[in-house]
Every structure is written in C-alpha cells, then in structure tokens.
C-alpha cells in the first residue's frame, strides 16, 4: 500500500532511496480491491462458477510528474478433478514516468472445503517471480546539484544497469456463504531481498490483509434483473509499520452498481473513493475515483482506477463449485 505524500519531491526522494539505500517501499494496490480478487487473496482464485478473465488500471495522482501506473491481467478457473481453482495474474506496476518498473507473474491454487451445507473454505497459495528495473539516466542525484545552476554535476553514483529478480510467495484463505465471507491473506512470505546492489540487503516487507463483507438484500426477486442489494465490505492492510483500512458499500440494482468508500491510515484520513459499475451476466465494468483528502490534495488530488472482468467460458461441472456472490468491486 502507499501512504500519501504532500509534495512531488518526496515522491522522488523515495525513488532514489530504493535505489541507493535501504528500501522501505509498499506493494501497490487497488481501490477496487475485489475486482483485483487474486491480488488480494490467492484463496479467490477459481471462486467464481464460470471462466474468469480480469482486467485492472490505476493511475494514481496523475497531476503529479512522474506519477504511478500500475496494470494487472489475471485469469482463475475451478477445475472439480482437483478439487479446487487455478488463477495466473501478471502485474506490472511504473513510478516516476518509468524510472522505476516493476514486474511480476505468479500462480495459484486455491482449495475448497465445505464445512457444511451453506459455508465453505477456501485455502490458497500463490507463488511467482518479480522483476524490478531502473532507468538510472532519469534518476537525479543530489551530488548532482549545483546552488544556483540545478543538477549540473555527473553522479558519482555506480549505474545500475541489471535488473533484480526475486521470487515471491502469498498464501490466505476465505471462509464463505451466500450472505457473508471473511479472509486473511499474508504476502511476501518470505521478505525477500530487492536490493540493486550486492551490499544492499533491503527485505520486501511482508504484508497481512484482513477483508470481509455482507449481502443484505433490498428487494428479493428470483429473477436477477429485479432484485437490488447492499454490500457493506472492509478491508485493513499492515505492511510493516504503515497500515490501510478501508471501509465502505455499495448497492447492486439489476446492472448497475453505485458505491463509496473510506480509506484511512495509520497517519491520517486518505480519501474517498467514489465507484460505479455495470454489471451484465458476461462482463462487469467498474470505474472509480480517489478524492484526496488529507493534506497531500495540493499535490495529488485525484486517482483514478477501470475494472473489466468477463466470462471467458461457462463450466460443465460433476460437481457444484460454491462461488462467492459478494465481492463484485
């Protein structure tokens, strides 16, 4: 998760200290954290009845120069003859106009267990690999600087030129029916080192996810198209010494889904986020915006984030896989 700063500058002070010194760095995320649902817990991946494509964009403060960008495509299935869902994510994720890229691709697996008639388990793990460039000619360094002239000087700084490749490991799991679910997820597993240099032993921190939600019904109708329901959802994140709760719902009437939401750290209140989506019985579209509202807003007042996701193939099941009907968005 990234904790807001006021200012551009910091933004590339940190940049820079991932790259010389200890990195303290934080995993992106999504604002529509469900529409992202293996990147918040491989326990989702093959939770849905049907062939799973999902689509994800974020851009975040874009009034800034040398803004993020982060992109994620993912796929998850539930296959009976292992009793479980399979799900591949690529995720790729861009700061300071390419200055720093990241890029990862992993895979899950996800078991279900029915506990009893109506709640079922699903446990998950998820491993791959990530690699992190630099493009150190658009790094500026403060030996660079001359009073007065700018950055004028050449670094006397060693070039980074090889990229850094670690691999990465998640486990989680989510406990479900067809009114509530609640899941943990741990990333980073292990904290592995993401230092450019040999004498750099900067850990990726590990970072823990708390979410769940509720379905209340508004209006009950057996057809879909006539029925409208409420979705209260939260989520809290700890990475490290920086935390991340948000809170919010949203309200489903037959293809249209408005919601809100509030994010709050460990420092102070971040934003609010606005949501709106339309949802058909092969694709689902979500878009929302981050309002800035701590004091970074005069910097970076906005983010803005597009979900697709979409039926790739209906199942023929021996069995009946338990998908969970409430996280959307």
């Given at each position: 998760?990234?904790?807001?700063?006021?200012?551009?500058?910091?933004?590339?002070?940190?940049?820079?200290?991932?790259?010389?010194?200890?990195?303290?760095?934080?995993?992106?995320?999504?604002?529509?954290?469900?529409?992202?649902?293996?990147?918040?817990?491989?326990?989702?991946?093959?939770?849905?009845?049907?062939?799973?494509?999902?689509?994800?964009?974020?851009?975040?403060?874009?009034?800034?120069?040398?803004?993020?960008?982060?992109?994620?495509?993912?796929?998850?299935?539930?296959?009976?003859?292992?009793?479980?869902?399979?799900?591949?994510?690529?995720?790729?994720?861009?700061?300071?106009?390419?200055?720093?890229?990241?890029?990862?691709?992993?895979?899950?697996?996800?078991?279900?267990?029915?506990?009893?008639?109506?709640?079922?388990?699903?446990?998950?793990?998820?491993?791959?690999?990530?690699?992190?460039?630099?493009?150190?000619?658009?790094?500026?360094?403060?030996?660079?600087?001359?009073?007065?002239?700018?950055?004028?000087?050449?670094?006397?700084?060693?070039?980074?030129?090889?990229p850094v490749l670690y691999p990465n490991f998640a486990a989680g799991f989510v406990v479900y029916s067809n009114k509530f679910y609640a899941g943990f997820a741990s990333h980073?597993?292990?904290?592995?080192?993401?230092?450019?240099?040999?004498?750099?032993?900067?850990?990726?921190?590990?970072?823990?996810?708390?979410?769940?939600?509720?379905?209340?019904?508004?209006?009950?109708?057996?057809?879909?198209?006539?029925?409208?329901?409420?979705?209260?959802?939260?989520?809290?994140?700890?990475?490290?010494?920086?935390?991340?709760?948000?809170?919010?719902?949203?309200?489903?009437?037959?293809?249209?889904?408005?919601?809100?939401?509030?994010?709050?750290?460990?420092?102070?209140?971040?934003?609010?986020?606005?949501?709106?989506?339309?949802k058909t019985s092969k694709v689902r579209v979500g878009l929302s915006y981050d309002a800035t509202i701590s004091k970074a807003q005069y910097g970076a007042k906005q983010s803005?984030?597009?979900?697709?996701?979409?039926?790739?193939?209906?199942?023929?099941?021996?069995?009946?896989?338990?998908?969970?009907?409430?996280?959307?968005?």
């Open positions: 998760m990234r904790i807001k700063f006021a200012v551009k500058y910091t933004v590339y002070l940190c940049i820079f200290f991932l790259c010389i010194g200890k990195a303290l760095a934080q995993d992106p995320q999504f604002s529509q954290y469900y529409a992202s649902p293996i990147n918040t817990n491989p326990a989702f991946a093959g939770s849905s009845n049907v062939a799973r494509g999902v689509l994800n964009y974020r851009s975040q403060w874009p009034g800034i120069s040398g803004t993020f960008n982060t992109f994620a495509a993912s796929y998850d299935e539930h296959f009976d003859a292992i009793r479980g869902g399979i799900g591949v994510m690529v995720m790729s994720d861009e700061a300071g106009v390419g200055t720093l890229r990241s890029t990862s691709v992993s895979g899950a697996y996800a078991y279900q267990i029915n506990i009893t008639k109506n709640i079922t388990v699903r446990a998950g793990l998820q491993g791959g690999f990530v690699q992190k460039t630099i493009d150190f000619s658009k790094l500026q360094l403060y030996d660079q600087i001359v009073r007065r002239r700018g950055f004028v000087n050449a670094t006397r700084e060693t070039p980074i030129q090889e980073n597993l292990f904290e592995p080192l993401q230092g450019f240099y040999e004498t750099d032993l900067s850990a990726v921190p590990r970072r823990y996810t708390v979410h769940g939600g509720l379905v209340i019904p508004v209006v009950e109708s057996r057809n879909p198209k006539n029925a409208s329901n409420l979705y209260p959802t939260i989520l809290y994140m700890q990475q490290r010494e920086f935390n991340q709760l948000n809170v919010g719902v949203y309200y489903g009437q037959g293809p249209l889904v408005l919601g809100g939401y509030f994010r709050q750290n460990n420092v102070n209140a971040d934003a609010f986020i606005f949501l709106v989506g339309l803005y984030e597009v979900s697709l996701s979409f039926e790739l193939r209906k199942r023929t099941p021996r069995r009946t896989v338990r998908n969970i009907r409430c996280p959307e968005f």
